[in-house]
């Protein structure tokens, strides 16, 4: 409830305490929970830092837990923190084996995530057409799903692979359709 109402200190509070609270062995999902929240929180407020160390942190809870879900995804923020830290070769690693977990377990949320994901490293690393190769498999599966949100970052994303390999007008034509999709759904990001 204080994530929600923007309570973020008080919240953050919170989770350090469950986190604190001697449930490693008994609750680890819980643990993992709790580690993961922290970490978004100093994500949010860009110490990338210490969110990627509570993120690893809620890694090994996941496992612990067995929670291929949650370690799916959790490898997805990990990859995401990387990459804000700029370190790309450990987020193409994290995004990768997010990547690849998804996919046995049929995340589709979570593949369709990673793959644009990826294609914003590989644009930033100036492989162009294979940005623009993960970028087409993330719209695929956001369209496959009907996740209209994702379908728009996807439209976006291959219209930035368009415009480094100098394709202006299929940019243009992308990008008219993920306004359109964003449109649709009130994003206006």
Known sequence: LLWSLGEYDRALEKF???????????????MADALNNAGLIYWRRADYEQGLKYMKDALTFRKKARDKFGVSATLMNIGILEEQLGHY???????????????KIEYKQVQTAVLSN????????GEH???????SRSLLLARET???????IA????AL?????KKHSEAKETLQQAIQVAS?????Q
């Open 16 to 30: 350090l305490k469950v986190a604190g609270a001697g449930i490693e062995d008994k609750l680890p999902n819980l």
């Open 89 to 103: 070769e450990k987020a193409n690693k994290a995004y990768t084996d997010a990547l690849k977990l998804a996919e």
């Open 118 to 125: 990826l294609g914003s490293v590989a644009l930033k690393l």
């Open 129 to 135: 057409n294979k940005a623009l190769e993960y970028n």
């Open 146 to 152: 009907e996740d209209s949100r994702s379908e728009a």
């Open 155 to 158: 439209l976006e994303n291959l």
């Open 161 to 165: 692979s368009y415009i480094a390999l």
């Open 184 to 188: 649709r759904v009130g994003d206006q």
